[in-house]
T-cell receptor, first 113, second 116 residues
Framework: GENVEQHPSTLSVQEGDSAVIKCTYS??????FPWYKQELGKRPQLIID?????GEKKDQRIAVTLNKTAKHFSLHITETQPEDSAVYFC????????????FGTGTKLQVIP | NAGVTQTPKFRVLKTGQSMTLLCAQD?????MYWYRQDPGMGLRLIHY???????AKGEVPDGYNVSRLKKQNFLLGLESAAPSQTSVYFC???????????????FGPGTRLLVL
C-alpha cells in the first residue's frame, strides 16, 4: 500500500520567514495530494491540494509543489504569521479502487512572534 | 448544514467495556472514514466505507468493527476496550467524481477516548 513520509516533524520559524514542509510517497498511482492544518484541539481542515496533472498551485501565502518523477511534494508558507502555528499533515490518495487516503505523520509548525 | 458530527465528544471506559462511536454527515457523501490520532503518528485509518452497506479495513482495524446501514451514518464499535485504544478518533467523509480521485475530506470534531 501507499506510504507517506513527512519531514520535519517540528519546525520553528520567526514571524515573517518562510516555512517548507516536505513529503514523499511510494505509490506512483497516487493522484491527489491534499494538505491539512490542525490547530490545537481542533479537527484537521484542508488548506490546499494538488492533483497529479499540475506541478504547482498557489493560494495567497501558501503554495504546494509536486514532482511526480521523484514522488515528492512540498508545502510552502511565506510571510508566516503566529496564526500559522499548527500541525500540518500531507496526504496522498490512490483512486485505483481503494478510495482511501494515507496521511503523513505531521509537522508541528511554531511561528515565533 | 451541520457537516460532520460525532458523538460522544469524550468518554472514559474501563478495560473490557464496549462502546459505539457515531458519525453523521449531512452532505450526501458516499465515502466515510474512521481514523485514530495518536501523538507522533498522525492519522491512521481504521475502517472506511465507499457506500451504504459496504465497509473495508484500513491500516489499523484490529479491535474495531464498523457498520454503515444508512448513507449518512458510520458507526465505530469497540467490543472489548483496551488501554491501547486510548486515542482521539476522527470521522471524515468525502465524495468522488465518477472514476476519479477523492475530493476533500471533511472531518468531524473528534471523540476523545480514555481506556483505563
Amino acid at each position: 500500500g501507499e506510504n507517506v513520509e513527512q519531514h520535519p516533524s517540528t519546525l520553528s520559524v520567526q514571524e515573517g520567514d518562510s516555512a517548507v514542509i516536505k513529503c514523499t510517497y511510494s505509490d506512483s498511482a497516487s493522484n491527489y495530494f491534499p494538505w491539512y492544518k490542525q490547530e490545537l484541539g481542533k479537527r484537521p481542515q484542508l488548506i490546499i491540494d494538488i492533483r497529479s496533472n499540475v506541478g504547482e498551485k498557489k493560494d495567497q501565502r501558501i503554495a504546494v509543489t509536486l514532482n511526480k518523477t521523484a514522488k515528492h511534494f512540498s508545502l510552502h508558507i511565506t510571510e508566516t504569521q503566529p496564526e500559522d502555528s499548527a500541525v500540518y499533515f500531507c496526504a496522498a490518495t490512490n483512486s485505483g479502487g481503494y478510495q482511501k487516503v494515507t496521511f503523513g505523520t505531521g509537522t508541528k509548525l511554531q511561528v515565533i512572534p | 448544514n451541520a457537516g460532520v458530527t460525532q458523538t460522544p465528544k469524550f468518554r472514559v471506559l474501563k478495560t473490557g467495556q464496549s462502546m459505539t462511536l457515531l458519525c453523521a454527515q449531512d452532505m450526501n457523501h458516499e465515502y466515510m472514514y474512521w481514523y485514530r490520532q495518536d501523538p507522533g503518528m498522525g492519522l491512521r485509518l481504521i475502517h472506511y466505507s465507499v457506500g451504504e452497506g459496504t465497509t473495508a479495513k484500513g491500516e489499523v482495524p484490529d479491535g474495531y468493527n464498523v457498520s454503515r446501514l444508512k448513507k449518512q451514518n458510520f458507526l465505530l464499535g469497540l467490543e472489548s476496550a483496551a488501554p491501547s485504544q486510548t486515542s482521539v478518533y476522527f470521522c471524515a467523509s468525502s465524495y468522488s467524481t465518477s472514476g476519479g480521485p477523492l475530493e476533500t475530506q471533511y472531518f468531524g470534531p473528534g471523540t476523545r477516548l480514555l481506556v483505563l
